[in-house]
């Protein structure tokens, strides 16, 4: 099965700053998909932005965007002009195209400083 | 109208009892999986079901059995229930062959096991 690695447990970034958060996924496959959940509190679980593999220009959602790097098996985001608001849980997934097999990293923390 | 509900939300429960956690989406999607976040948030796949059919059964103990009655309910049931049992169960739903490929969730059911 696909592995998905967030070695950041934790990340603080102060309020209006830029941060990334690293992802890598270990899989054989070449067609698949990749995501970033957010889930704050609540426990909700929030579609953050997609990334199609064969797709090879990086999504990008307002002041979300993703460096998806293919070959080194690498699908970071960077949340630019951070809002006290983003403080949450953050997972980066990955779905195999052909079974319905999604699975999630271990998850980052985020902190937002004021 | 809630894209995937899950009930109930909060579950506290007796060592040794049966339980049922039920799901349902109404987002017309063929494909619905049960995941299990443990203390540490991380989320681990349980099961994924395709247009009724298993597709993913996770090494998970007999103790849980899902039923999916038809293609818009996953329930998951739970048989002489452990300490160990004690997590949030996510429900969630996807379609395979769309664009918009990503997982629905759930809001949780945060299981208690005293």
């Not at chain 1, 970034?13 to 990334?20: G, H, L, M, N, P």
């Not at chain 1, 002041?63 to 849980?89: E, H, P, T």
């Not at chain 2, 004690?86 to 490929?101: D, K, P």
Request: with cysteine.
């Amino acid at each position: 099965a696909q592995t998905v690695t967030q070695s950041q447990p934790e990340m603080s970034v102060q309020e209006a700053e830029t941060v990334t958060l690293s992802c890598t996924y270990d899989t054989s496959e070449s067609d698949y998909y990749l995501f970033w959940y957010k889930q704050p509190p609540s426990r909700q679980m929030i579609l953050v932005i997609r990334q199609e593999a064969y797709k090879q220009q990086n999504a990008t959602e307002n002041r979300f965007s993703v460096n998806f790097q293919k070959a080194a098996k690498s699908f970071s985001l960077k949340i630019s002009d951070s809002q006290l608001g983003d403080a949450a849980m953050y997972f980066c997934a990955y779905r195999s195209r052909n079974n319905n097999d999604m699975r999630f990293g271990a998850g980052t923390r985020l902190t937002v400083k004021p | 109208d809630t894209a995937v509900s899950q009930t109930p939300k909060y579950l506290v429960t007796q060592m040794g009892n049966d339980k049922s956690i039920k799901c349902e989406q109404n987002l017309g999607h063929d494909t619905m999986y049960w995941y299990k976040q443990d203390s540490k948030k991380f989320l681990k796949i349980m099961f994924s079901y395709n247009n009724k059919e298993l597709i993913i059964n996770e090494t998970v103990p007999n103790r849980f059995s899902p039923k999916s009655p038809d293609k818009a309910h996953l329930n998951l049931h739970i048989n002489s229930l452990e300490l160990g049992d004690s997590a949030v169960y996510f429900c969630a739903s996807s379609q395979e062959g769309q664009l918009n490929t990503e997982a629905f969730f759930g809001q949780g059911t945060r299981l208690t096991v005293v």
